[in-house]
T-cell receptor, first 109, second 113 residues
Framework: GIQVEQSPPDLILQEGANSTLRCNFS?????LQWFHQNPWGQLINLFY???GTKQNGRLSATTVATERYSLLYISSSQTTDSGVYFC???????????FGEGTQLTVNP | EAQVTQNPRYLITVTGKKLTVTCSQN?????MSWYRQDPGLGLRQIYY???????DKGDVPEGYKVSRKEKRNFPLILESPSPNQTSLYFC????????????FGPGTRLTVT
C-alpha cells in the first residue's frame, strides 16, 4: 500500500512564528487532505488539496502531485494552533484514506 | 448545518456487553467509513460502504460489524467487545468514493474494561 511520511514529527514554536509541515507520499493519489486534531481529539478538515495551492486565513497548503509531496504553511502561529496535524491520502486504486503519523505542534505563549 | 454525527461521544463498558456506535450524515453522501485511532498505530480503517447495502472490510475488521440499510446511517456494532477495542473511533463520509473530500465525525472514545 501507499506510504505517507510526515515531517517533522514534533515542532515547538513561540507564538507569532511561522512553520512549514511536509507530507511525502509514495504513489499517485486521487485525494490529499490535511487535518488538525485538537486536544479534544476532534479531526478538523483544513484542506482538500490533491494538487495546487489553497489558502485559508493564516494557513495555506501546496501539493505537487507529480513530485509526490504536500506542504502546510502556518503563519503567525497562535496557541490554539497546537495539536497534531495529519496528512491523509487516497491512492488511485484504494478504498480508504491512508494517514501519516502526524506532526505534533506546540505553540507556546 | 452539514455534518457527520456520532453517538455516544464517550462510552465505558465491560467485556462482552454488545454495543452500537451510531453514525449519521445529513449530506446525502454515498460513501461512509469507520476508522479507529490508537497511539503508535495511527488511524486505520475498519469498514467502509460505497452505498446502501454495500459494505466491505477495511484493514482491521475483526470484532466489528456494520450495516447500511439507509443512506444517512452507518452504525458500528461490537458484538462482544474486548479490551483491545478500547480506542478512539471516527466515522467519515464523502459524496462518492474517489476524488472527493471526506468529512469526519467528532469521534467516540470507547473504553472496554
Amino acid at each position: 500500500g501507499i506510504q505517507v511520511e510526515q515531517s517533522p514529527p514534533d515542532l515547538i514554536l513561540q507564538e507569532g512564528a511561522n512553520s512549514t509541515l511536509r507530507c511525502n507520499f509514495s504513489d499517485s493519489v486521487n485525494n490529499l487532505q490535511w487535518f488538525h486534531q485538537n486536544p479534544w481529539g476532534q479531526l478538523i478538515n483544513l484542506f482538500y488539496i490533491p494538487s495546487g495551492t489553497k489558502q485559508n486565513g493564516r494557513l495555506s497548503a501546496t501539493t505537487v502531485a507529480t513530485e509526490r509531496y504536500s506542504l502546510l504553511y502556518i503563519s503567525s502561529s497562535q496557541t490554539t494552533d497546537s495539536g497534531v496535524y495529519f496528512c491523509a491520502v487516497e491512492e488511485t486504486s484504494g478504498s480508504r484514506l491512508t494517514f501519516g503519523e502526524g506532526t505534533q505542534l506546540t505553540v507556546n505563549p | 448545518e452539514a455534518q457527520v454525527t456520532q453517538n455516544p461521544r464517550y462510552l465505558i463498558t465491560v467485556t462482552g456487553k454488545k454495543l452500537t456506535v451510531t453514525c449519521s450524515q445529513n449530506m446525502n453522501h454515498e460513501y461512509m467509513s469507520w476508522y479507529r485511532q490508537d497511539p503508535g498505530l495511527g488511524l486505520r480503517q475498519i469498514y467502509y460502504s460505497m452505498n446502501v447495502e454495500v459494505t466491505d472490510k477495511g484493514d482491521v475488521p475483526e470484532g466489528y460489524k456494520v450495516s447500511r440499510k439507509e443512506k444517512r446511517n452507518f452504525p458500528l456494532i461490537l458484538e462482544s467487545p474486548s479490551p483491545n477495542q478500547t480506542s478512539l473511533y471516527f466515522c467519515a463520509s464523502s459524496p462518492r468514493w474517489g476524488v472527493h473530500e471526506q468529512y469526519f465525525g467528532p469521534g467516540t472514545r470507547l473504553t472496554v474494561t
